[in-house]
DNA sequence: CAAATAAATTTACGCGCGTAAATTTAAAAT
DNA sequence: ATTTTAAATTTACGCGCGTAAATTTATTTG
């Protein structure tokens, strides 16, 4: 069948008989026309295949139906598999997810955060730097397009934030690491780029002095995201001087302690809660890597299915009632201990 | 002062003085305009800070300076990392990344490059999903677009193909491992997603009879991309039935070895060179998590950065040319062998 | 069946920009 | 200063689609 060449949607009306109107008001919302005529139009595809140039849509539309998504780091699996969590139920509200990282940098946030801004989307997800975003300028954004923040919040940004109770995990693993051994010291970076961080370290110190424990702080040196790197080069550094005055290490983060792990075996350390073992070590999100290391990291999960649905769903209920939110909303999640092999 | 709203670039051809061709030309090419009219333009631009849309830009031109970047899964941090390399290039070059995941999905391949043809990209630079792709709808995309392919090989498709050399990586590793120490078994996916472990395969059982030495497959069921867990799930059942006629381990891949390192571990195998040690693991990738395993991964690099560079300025080299290369190259990069922990 | 209502069509313009042709202006060369 | 040449401006149209208003056609209601 020698079917004429779609270009456009002027050559999908003449070959299918519907007027190109009607066929954007399709387009735009299947059920906006009548079944009759959408049935034609349904037949018509099957046969040419046509497909609306989502950008020419999306320069005309006043509201398109594109989500964008921004993460920190595309390189760091936590905020991969987040972002695929959030491109599903995107996908399965019927909005079109478009996905973009930072690469660690502030200027490459407020980039994406432009370019969004041109695709005119109904909505964002973003999770932002954390302490170098540049705060007045995502501010300035969020005037525009409503935007619901997760994983790190910045006060006041936004209609909503979702992510976890910090609070609430880091004394949950304080306390079981304090009813199992000795009590921890909290390893970290001495500049954590991330929000989250601060409140894990505030955390700690107050659920140690409540159970009677003294503090210890061990604060790292170290730039930059690649944190197993610092988490290796430093624990090496913390436990080849043999100082700590405890056998347990809580990491502000997996990845930092997939680094101490690291560190750990490679100095001959056994790491884990049999009698054995002369060092415990735990982390916090539930990283994907987190169920491989050896031994197994005890953590506590940051529940990544929750925290994207939640947030996901936040700002559908905003797009959908047109208006904006009377009430920034803050949503933290609880975290679940997740008892493995390293403490 | 009190600026206008430059909302356009006929907006900001009045603030500017300029004619909005001549600012048209400019944005194209800065060098195509006279440089004391450069002067001027970009002395208002700093005054207006104005970025002409992207997406009207993309949709008017007939070739524009976007470069897609295609890659199975964003959520692998092997794919993730080489993502950004070539982004770097891409930007260096003076052209835009579109970075485009495929969640390891053939329909969503194609969907990816439907999208990319929309905005007209000067060319791009794909990793394949490999043996599920649909391999005839790439290929028509090619005739179009100038693509380069990386890191998997498909007969035939694309005018250049960049990755590394198989034959040569897994016969150093192989050779290295036979020297010393016991002959190894190579642990893979029955049916693997990628083309690279077949021939991945296929050299290990050649370099294993050239060295006098039977070759020995483990070949594990699974589905998916998630190659952490089977390695894990696999390498618990093969070591605990002790069956093995060896006591080395080559993966086809990182991946699957980080689940292995994982699986003996928990099985109380200590994994490693020294005389005391019952069991040896090597990889193949060296993917960024290898460093870190316990005890860190024996594997062979591919060359992330040299196959970023090297795909990217192939196709620059295309691009400039304006024209189609007359003969497909394909370029093998030799891997290096990677000494550590566990082999 | 006619009247009322709902939906589709026709017509026309707009989005932000590329680009071609004719014309004017500015710079370089004589 | 005059001619030659290069570059900028004016004018006009196109890209693929959204969308509003007026009109026609189809469906539903009484």
Redesign the interface.
Known sequence: MSQPKIRNMEDFASVSGISRPTLSKYFNDPASVRSSTRARIETALERFDF?P????M??NRRLTKNIGIVVPN??D?FF??M??NIENWVIKAGFRPV?L?S?GDPEQEIENL??LR??KPAGVLMAPLGRMSLASRIASFCEDVPTVLFDSNIDDIGEAFVGSNNVQSVCLIVDYLCRTGQPPAFFEMKTPANPNAFKRRNTYVRAMEELGHEPRLIQVDGEGWNL?EIG?REGTKVLSEGQLPTDTILCSNDRLA??V??AA??LGFKVGIEGDCDLRVAGHDDH??S??????LTTVSQDYEVIAEKSAKTLFELIESEKRAEKRTVTMLDGKLVMR?SA
């Open positions: 497909h140039n989502i950008y020419a999306n320069q595309l390189s699996p991969a598999e972002a695929r996905l990282g690469h432009d370019n041109l695709i197993e290796f997939i680094g792990l690291s075996y490679q994907p890597f169920r491989y290391t050896c031994p197994t092999g």
